[in-house]
């Protein structure tokens, strides 16, 4: 698969120079980044191969190298992960080998083929003890088998001796393709359902869109390490089902809910950071931009949607 020659400008001053990857991959195809990527990257002119579950299990050493052997990438966003956040309390096996092992075969392959890898993680590597901004150096303790497992999965490319990785965490995400916060509150609202939502879990709602495109402004850098990434400004899940509300115009009973409270009627389910923002400042001070406000993403998802 080949990438247009062709330049393209990402703002006035700079030159687009992502075109250097001769064969870009991306997996977890089926999900909902890994469709945005798909999007931002042929936006730019670049032509991206998103391959499904089926054709590579990331878990899967030997699936892994079938993968590299047949696409060569110079390249690779892994975008799949085992995102059931409840689902990987009753499977911790299952939620490890993809999230915690397959990252790390991943990175094993990209550095023997010189391969540039680009990852996703969470802000639920964090306990959301915080009283700010969580920067990504900060200590991390995640408290659900989803958090412990991604962050197993970023220290796995992290102990590959290749300097060719960025992992990027982020949080809280909506989009257009698969299934997300704001589509589950619009449909349940307009079915008539009662919506209690919690109203004591702070964080920032992030657009697929605006997360691919900073993801790719980063690679055209050629930045490497550890970022965060979400759009700007801070709420918590109800306020985040109230706004999604009014910008689709539902009329829903909706009513707030503390975390106590969800807790007794969900006891078996995943506990979640209460406060998971996370500070963007080193993105910032690597390209200059700070991603706009979560409401404005918001506005656009209701109108692509
Ligand atoms: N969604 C969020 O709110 C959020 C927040 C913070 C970080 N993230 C991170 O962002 C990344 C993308 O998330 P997303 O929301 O786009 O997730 P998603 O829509 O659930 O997509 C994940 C994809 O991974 C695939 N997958 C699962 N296990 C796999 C395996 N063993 N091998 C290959 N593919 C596998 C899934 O395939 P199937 O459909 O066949 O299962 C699915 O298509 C993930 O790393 C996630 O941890 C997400």
């Known amino acids: 698969m080949g990438v247009s020659p062709m330049h393209l400008f990402v703002n006035d001053s700079m030159e687009f120079r992502m075109?250097?990857?001769?064969?870009?991959?991306?997996?977890?195809?089926?999900?909902?980044?890994?469709?945005?990527?798909?999007?931002?990257?042929?936006a730019k002119g670049l032509a991206a191969t998103a391959v499904r579950r089926a054709e590579c299990d990331i878990a899967d050493p030997e699936d892994v190298t079938r993968l590299f052997e047949k696409y060569n990438p110079s390249l690779l966003f892994n975008c799949a992960a085992h995102t059931g956040?409840?689902?990987?309390?009753?499977?911790?096996?299952?939620?490890?080998?993809?999230?915690?092992?397959?990252?790390?075969n991943l990175a094993r392959l990209a550095?023997?083929?010189?391969?540039?890898?680009?990852?996703?993680?969470?802000?639920?590597?964090f306990d959301g003890q915080s009283d700010r901004p969580y920067?990504?150096?900060?200590?991390?303790?995640p408290i659900s088998v989803y958090g412990e497992t991604k962050l197993r999965g970023e220290k796995r490319i992290q102990q590959v001796d290749s300097p060719d990785w960025l992992i990027v965490r982020t949080a809280w995400l909506f989009g257009r393709y698969g299934n997300c916060f704001p589509q589950t509150m619009v449909k349940m609202g307009q079915a008539g359902r009662p919506l209690r939502v919690v109203s004591d879990q702070f964080g920032s709602p992030t657009s697929t869109v605006d997360l691919s495109e900073a993801t790719l402004e980063l690679v055209d850098r050629?930045?490497?390490?550890?970022?965060?990434?979400?759009?700007s400004g801070i709420t918590s899940w109800y306020e985040f089902a109230q706004t999604t509300l009014r910008e689709f115009g539902v009329e829903a009973d909706l009513a707030p809910l503390t975390t106590t409270e969800w807790v007794k009627l969900r006891p078996k389910q995943a506990k979640r950071p209460l406060y998971s923002v996370l500070d963007g400042e080193k993105y910032t001070a690597i390209t200059g931009k700070t991603l706009r406000h979560w409401t404005e993403a918001l506005s656009d998802y209701r109108t692509h949607s």
């Open 19 to 42: 075109d250097v990857y001769r064969s870009i991959l991306i997996t977890g195809g089926g999900g909902m980044l890994a469709h945005a990527l798909v999007d931002a990257l042929t």
């Open 85 to 104: 956040v409840d689902l990987c309390e009753d499977e911790p096996d299952k939620a490890n080998a993809i999230n915690g092992e397959g990252p790390g």
């Open 111 to 125: 550095q023997e083929h010189g391969t540039k890898l680009v990852h996703f993680s969470t802000d639920f590597v």
């Open 135 to 141: 920067k990504p150096n900060d200590q991390t303790h």
């Open 222 to 231: 050629s930045a490497g390490g550890l970022f965060h990434i979400t759009n």
